[in-house]
């Protein structure tokens, strides 16, 4: 069994992990590093990618120390925060930029343009997203037209995700000689860039030709698990095969076990982010949903309709960080106990714009129903409450969809809070599962590479690595569900009018 261990890059918003797994799902150790976020205007969100690739090494090699050896880890699995860019020069791995993070909206104005021209239906279409600055073609866009070192560096330009950047720099010639590393995307990551059609199995030439982008920046798209490829010798000690790969919010769903359609997770991390499967046929979304690809195995996919939330674990930070509120995150519970409804007061976490179902990237936060009778309680209580909230909403454009939920799967670092995931019961009236082992992305990601290098025929087989789920049922009166969620569509609603 100490040969079959699994080595895991977890690579998200805020911080970067490398996790160490048994075969069967036992997280035997576990190295993260802080990332700073730079926020050079309002609405714009950077990372430094050579900071993520230093700290992530750094981190896989503690962990490869703890498993005794290279020789000892069987296969590696990558999961990643989705849509963000990296832009680098293929002869040196070296970041041209800075890259750009998911949650950055410098693209608004020419995602708006694009609709104005009539093109969201066609872009919907072919790749089951909405023009949105959320997605990674604007970005690209952006970087080869704003950024001249970007432009300038011709045919030794590669573009990608996270993903992508990271498999490119653990693969990459460790003398530098100009031989570049492995450039591949899995399907999962490059159905998130809004320039793959989800029926193809390559870029979309007309939706590059509209960005501007060269294909020839651009990966390989690749299987979820398989023999993806080998990590440089000297960087471990010797070579490990890359064998899994998969975007967060679907490496999630994997480990969460939802492999029969209509089965359905909800992660809350830095947003939240619901997926359904679909099965094997691209769901069609009337209601502003999103269709993406859960996995791909042996070239054939699963798809999943998906909604996504900016803000969530996020909105705990501010709290803590910006406005300080909290001392702790842990201290959100405490005050929600400590008052026995909300006061009256809501807050719309539109820090980052709102998502899914309502896709305004001009939409401001705000913090309605303030009274003398206000104590900071109730506003810690409100940010908990729009976690169910928005969950609401989005249960109400899934339902529309033909898709509703009979329970929710939950996961992610906010759902350690319990009054947090009692509330989601309560306001979304099903059940709400939570597994004794809240990492499911990073699980996902090692379940992947645990089919990928054989130790598993199939992600059915590789769910005996998944824990046991503790169900939270809903408990209130429907009538103080009716007037909490009365109060939000009201104040959602005075949002959205006013910043029409």
Known sequence: ????????????????????????????????????????????????????????????????????????????????????????????????????????RRTDEMCTALKKDGLESEIQSKTGLL??????????????????EVKAAGDNLALGTIECYLIYRLTLNSAGNGSGGLHITDASNASRTMLMALGEQDWDKDILHLFEIPDKALPNIVDCAGNLGKTTANLFGAEIAICGSAGDQQAATIGQACFEIGQTKATFGTGAFILTNAGQTAPKSENRLLSTVLYQLDGERTYALEGSVFVAGS???????????????????????????????????????????????????????????????????????????????????????????????????????DWMVQDLADILDIPVERPEFFETTALGAAMLAAVGCGIYQNLKEASAMISDLESHQPSIDPKERAARLAGWNSAIGSVLSEQA
């Not at 970005?139 to 037209?145: A, D, E, T």
């Not at 709290?319 to 509120?325: A, T």
């Open 131 to 148: 023009l949105d600055p959320y997605f990674s073609g604007s970005k690209m866009s952006w970087m080869l037209k704003h950024w001249p």
């Open 315 to 417: 909105l705990m930070q501010w709290l803590r960080d910006d406005v300080e509120l909290i001392k702790f995150a842990g201290e959100s519970e405490e005050l929600a106990n400590s008052v026995n409804d909300n006061g009256g007061v809501y807050l719309v976490p539109a820090l980052s714009g709102l998502g899914a179902p309502h896709w305004r990237a001009d939409a401001s936060a705000v913090i309605s129903g303030l009274s003398f009778s206000a104590k900071k309680a109730h506003i810690v209580r409100a940010a908990l409450e729009a976690m169910a909230y928005q969950c609401h909403d989005l249960k109400t454009a899934f339902s529309a969809d033909g898709t509703d939920w009979q329970s929710l799967r939950v996961d992610g670092g906010m759902v350690a809070n």
């Open 1 to 104: 069994m100490a040969t079959r261990q699994i080595l895991v890059i977890d690579e998200g918003t805020t911080s970067t992990r490398a996790m160490l797994f048994r075969a069967d799902g036992k997280l035997l150790g576990s190295q993260q590093e802080e990332l700073q976020q730079y926020y050079p205007a309002p609405g714009l969100v950077e990372h430094d990618a050579a900071e993520i690739w230093e700290k992530t090494l750094r981190c896989c090699q503690k962990m490869v120390e703890q498993a005794g050896g290279a020789e000892k880890i069987a296969a590696i699995g990558i999961t990643n925060q989705r849509e963000t860019v990296v832009a680098w020069d293929k002869r040196t791995g070296e970041p041209l930029c800075k890259a750009i993070v998911w949650q950055d």
